[in-house]
């Protein structure tokens, strides 16, 4: 009987030699007269553990990792392919991969399949789980699913925390004869990576919640904005979208419902400011990513002027289990006005990075050291950035907090797209806080004075203030600055740019050559 070895074909894994170990397995099997199948799963999420390879057994996948072309010869003596004693002793396994704490500790509903299923089997997709939140949509009125996304209490993934059920029923009122559904997969936040796992590792299910949107709200078009810098996951989605459609899950009478929804890939140039909802409206048509002012709302007035529904690829990709299961069944997670998960990206300065699926609830110090394990370097953490590049630092003082929007809003900080950026003690904050003005500067679509002058005057207040030139002079200046750029910019791009630098001045103000500025801290 042939025994199936798992090779992650995900890019996390790729980066660390996973196709030459997949290579490797099958040669050495070939060699040796084994039968033995390769598969290409997701990745896990335990990016520490890549290349995680994972055997079939009855009791379970067994894992090795971090596993390299060097080491397979040595599996293979042990007869980790036919689960002998010598390999459970092996340095590299792991033992039962479900049983790993990392994993057996999340409350995997959007991942639930990711790391398990072939990303392009539509067998293994629908054998676990697959399109049934589509079935169900099908026997629905549009207001009936828009109701039950509602009623979940899921809200936006991708930062701003919008309810994704009233964006949806304010595209199910609107007049016209057209209308879009758009995801925004232009991930760019530093840290992140948990939409790209979707795509590369799970696309059907990204397929199947856009689908149920335009069901939903009208439409009979989708698009997946996607950065270029994420080949393996461009390349996914079509080869998903091509299967997809002709087994009739796309395009005209989809299910012989009577229904059509076609879809397609566009590809950015890798401008940040395209994640921005009307910056990337604008690329979509062909035009410069530049933002757009509101109102109009894209809800009523977006892609070509049509009624559109945007969301993240984490918001559509929780709607096809909200279908399945029900409202109730997703909003039993989470905390106050926080329901479901949130996929938690972990990364920067700390010895277990990868993805972390929990309720809403956990708190930063979980995260960093029953996860994560602590430090990398061994150090002590410094500070931790929560939700991208314009995310607060949050010193250890604010570890405790919850993770929930309201929460976090009170601390003025966000959750934005769930990424986590670890520093140890050895950072200086006043060089990271200069470095989020030199970002706004960079990246900025220079539409709005505030953003496009303010960061750039930003970076040159903080080079005075670490200087040492007229620092009291410079702290009032930059709080200004921070000020006009806060209440003064068209969107977050400029708006959100104060988090970092304020965070990092109120709460490491030693980095500043500050005496004290807790009394100036939000």
Request: charge should be negative; include cysteine.
């Amino acid at each position: 009987m042939s025994t199936r070895i798992f090779v992650p074909c995900d890019s996390a894994a790729l980066a660390v030699g996973a196709d030459e170990v997949a290579v490797a397995i099958a040669a050495e099997a070939a060699q040796r007269g084994l039968d033995v199948q390769v598969v290409r799963n997701g990745t896990r999420g335990l990016l520490w553990l890549e290349t995680l390879v994972e055997v079939e057994t009855a009791q379970g996948r067994i894992g090795f990792g971090p596993v390299e072309a060097g080491d397979v010869a040595g599996l293979f003596d042990a007869g980790f392919h036919a689960h002998a004693s010598a390999a459970a002793t092996h340095p590299l396994c792991t033992g039962p991969v479900d049983r790993i704490p990392y994993l057996a500790r999340q409350q995997r509903l959007t991942f639930a399949r990711v790391g398990i299923t072939d990303p392009l089997s539509l067998q293994d997709y629908e054998a676990h789980g697959g399109w049934r939140g589509l079935h169900n949509a099908l026997l629905m009125a549009p207001s009936e699913i828009v109701a039950a996304v509602t009623s979940s209490g899921l809200r936006g993934r991708g930062g701003a925390a919008f309810p994704t059920g009233i964006k949806w029923n304010t595209v199910l009122k609107a007049a016209g004869t057209e209308k879009y559904v758009v995801c925004n997969a232009d991930e760019g936040d530093s840290g992140t990576f948990a939409d790209r796992i979707v795509m590369e590792d799970d696309p059907y299910m990204l397929i199947e919640g856009m689908t149920i949107a335009g069901i939903a709200v009208g439409a009979t078009r989708g698009y997946i904005y996607v950065r270029s810098e994420y080949p393996h996951a461009i390349a996914r989605l079509e080869a998903a979208i091509d299967t997809a459609r002709c087994h009739g899950f796309l395009g005209r009478n989809l299910l012989s419902s009577g229904r059509t929804f076609e879809l397609e890939v566009r590809k950015g140039a890798g401008a940040y400011i395209c994640g921005e909802e009307t910056a990337l409206l604008e690329s979509l048509e062909g035009k410069r990513g530049i933002v757009r002012a509101k109102p109009p709302l894209p809800a009523l007035s977006g892609l070509f002027g049509k009624p559109t529904v945007i969301n993240n690829v984490l918001s559509l990709a929780a709607v096809p289990l909200i279908l399945d299961k029900g409202a109730q069944y997703y909003q039993d997670y989470g905390m106050g006005r926080s329901r479901g998960t949130l996929p938690v990206q972990l990364a920067g300065n700390i010895k277990q990075g990868g993805l972390i699926e929990l309720a809403f609830g956990v708190t930063l110090r979980e995260i960093l050291y029953d996860y994560g394990g602590g430090s990398a370097s061994g150090r002590p953490i410094k500070a931790v950035q929560v939700g991208g590049p314009l995310g607060a630092y949050l010193p250890e003082s604010q570890w405790d907090t919850p993770l929930d929007y309201e929460a976090f809003a009170a601390l003025w900080a966000v959750l934005g797209h769930g990424g986590i950026v670890v520093h140890d003690d050895s950072a200086d904050m006043a060089a990271l806080a200069r470095y989020a003005m030199e970002f706004c500067a960079a990246e900025s679509c220079g539409k709005c004075t505030p953003c496009r002058i303010g960061s750039t005057r930003g970076v040159e207040v903080i080079d005075k203030l670490r200087a040492g030139v007229q620092p009291v002079k410079q702290v009032v200046l930059l709080r200004d600055l921070c000020d006009t750029m806060l209440n003064g910019s068209l969107c977050a791009m400029g708006g959100m740019t104060p988090y970092p630098v304020l965070s990092a001045l109120n709460h490491f103000p030693e980095d500043f050559g500050q005496a004290d500025a807790s009394r100036h801290a939000a």
